[in-house]
């Protein structure tokens, strides 16, 4: 079955430094990759996507690349704020039988100190 | 556009009482997940809806949740009677054909004591 895997946190940088939070996955057909951002309190937001390999998503400052050989879509920032302080949940969805159901990682904390 | 919206926000009952949560989709998404969230842990599905027939509800705790989506618009999902590790975060998401991923709503938690 589909599986995601990412990094255990809490990931805890100090403010401008960059970031990496590592995702693999395991799939059975052609997935659509995604992360997620979740606030204390809030649901999910989708913060980027990619759809096929050697795509990159990016948003906000955050990328990601779809990497099919290393089944790999680590999500990086360059110069992460204290505002980046959240949840971060890397998930994949395929279109197997033609339902795209969304499967998620453990996600990953993220703490950004001034 | 306006998102996908749930109530309540917030539900707290003692165990074995019922409860229900209710989602209202982004305007003409045919399709609807339920999942559930632990603390700590990444969401987990529990049923997916294409307009109001049920996809797939392959990890619904069956003697004991329930979900409807009657009109194939807004659903509700139940859970009698309760027990203490049901206690998480409900979310409900919604999705439509042009799309590949779920938009989400803010999610209700429920705490059963």
């Known amino acids: 079955g589909n599986s995601v895997t990412q990094m255990e946190g809490p990931v805890t940088l100090s403010e401008e430094a960059f970031l990496t939070i590592n995702c693999t996955y395991t799939a059975t057909g052609y997935p659509s990759l995604f992360w997620y951002v979740q606030y204390p309190g809030e649901g999910l937001q989708l913060l980027l996507k990619?759809?096929?390999?050697?795509d990159k998503g990016s948003n906000k400052g955050f990328e990601a690349t779809y990497r099919k050989e290393t089944t790999s879509f680590h999500l990086e920032k360059g110069s992460v704020q204290v505002s980046d302080s959240a949840v971060y949940f890397c998930a994949l969805s395929d279109s197997l039988r033609g339902s795209y159901i969304p499967t998620f990682g453990r996600g990953t904390s993220l703490i950004v100190h001034p | 556009e306006a998102g996908v919206a749930q109530s309540p926000r917030y539900k707290i009952i003692e165990k074995r009482q019922s409860v229900a949560f209710w989602c209202n989709p982004i305007?003409?998404?045919?399709?609807l997940y339920w999942y559930q969230q632990i603390l700590g842990q990444g969401p987990k599905l529990l049923i997916q809806f294409q307009n109001n027939g049920v996809v797939d509800d392959s990890q619904l705790p069956k003697d004991r949740f329930s979900a409807e989506r009657l009109k194939g618009v807004d659903s509700t999902l139940k859970i009698q009677p309760a027990k203490l590790e049901d206690s998480a975060v409900y979310l409900c998401?919604?999705?439509?054909?042009?799309?590949?991923?779920?938009?989400f709503g803010q999610g209700t938690r429920l705490t059963v004591v």
């Open positions: 990619a759809t096929k390999a050697d």
């Open positions: 998401a919604s999705r439509g054909t042009v799309n590949t991923e779920a938009f």
């Open positions: 305007s003409g998404h045919a399709t």
